[in-house]
């Protein structure tokens, strides 16, 4: 059983803050791995894909990955309350993707 | 229309109602997919499409049904659904299986 494992939270920093998101898995073979958040009542929107060890930036968002530890994190910096929502970590490995439960984040005006 | 639609947006069923749920996508994508998404639970892909080839999750129940009669359109049929199948029904789509999903709104559904 291939899986992803998520803090459910949940996850409240006050705005302004970093908010610091992780996300272990179990696939070794995982080739890539993204993040996704949901609002309330909405669909999954992509946020961040990463392939390659390392850290990757776009904005306010910061996706890591350690592929020797199994572990994805994404850090937002400078949290608004807009960023409040349910995060979702997925995994693809051999052709199929694996989602996380997510982890619920609330910034605190 | 741009990107991954999903009609209707809310459907409201008797167990013994017939029903189907449609999906478009905008992107030129060779793969979509039928998820089921349950209050506190992971994802659950259901079906998966990609150039004419079916997968599927074989603990998907057979009152659920897919079609998908071209690149573009996906369908899930329902019949004779059950209270536990009431969720967010989401469509999304790919280039190819190894890529990045993209989702439509979702349909919830309500079994009653």
């Known amino acids: 059983q291939k899986e992803v494992e998520q803090n459910s939270g949940p996850l409240s920093v006050p705005e302004g803050a970093i908010a610091s998101l992780n996300c272990t898995y179990s696939?070794?073979?995982?080739?890539?791995f993204f993040w996704y958040r949901q609002y309330s009542g909405k669909s999954p929107e992509l946020i961040m894909s990463?392939?390659?060890?390392g850290d990757k930036e776009d904005g306010r968002f910061t996706a890591q990955l350690n592929k020797a530890s199994q572990y994805v994190s994404l850090l937002i910096r400078d949290s608004q309350p807009s960023d409040s929502a349910t995060y979702l970590c997925?995994?693809?490995?051999?052709?199929?993707?694996?989602f996380g439960t997510g982890t619920s984040l609330t910034v605190i005006p | 229309e741009t990107g991954v639609t999903q009609t209707p947006r809310h459907l409201v069923m008797g167990m013994t109602n017939k029903k189907s749920l449609k999906c478009e996508q905008h992107l030129g994508h060779n793969a979509m997919y039928w998820y089921k998404q349950s209050a506190k639970k992971p994802l659950e892909l259901m079906f998966v499409?990609?150039?004419?080839?079916?997968?599927e999750n074989n603990s998907v129940p057979s009152r659920f049904s897919p079609e998908c009669p071209n690149s573009s359109h996906l369908f899930l049929h329902l019949h004779t659904l059950q209270p536990e199948d009431s969720a967010l029904y989401l469509c999304a789509s790919s280039q190819s299986r190894a890529d990045t999903q993209y989702f439509g709104p979702g349909t919830r559904l309500t079994v009653l």
């Open positions: 997925a995994v693809n490995g051999g052709n199929q993707f694996y």
């Open positions: 499409y990609s150039l004419e080839e079916r997968v």
């Open positions: 990463i392939y390659s060890n």
């Open positions: 696939d070794r073979g995982s080739q890539s």
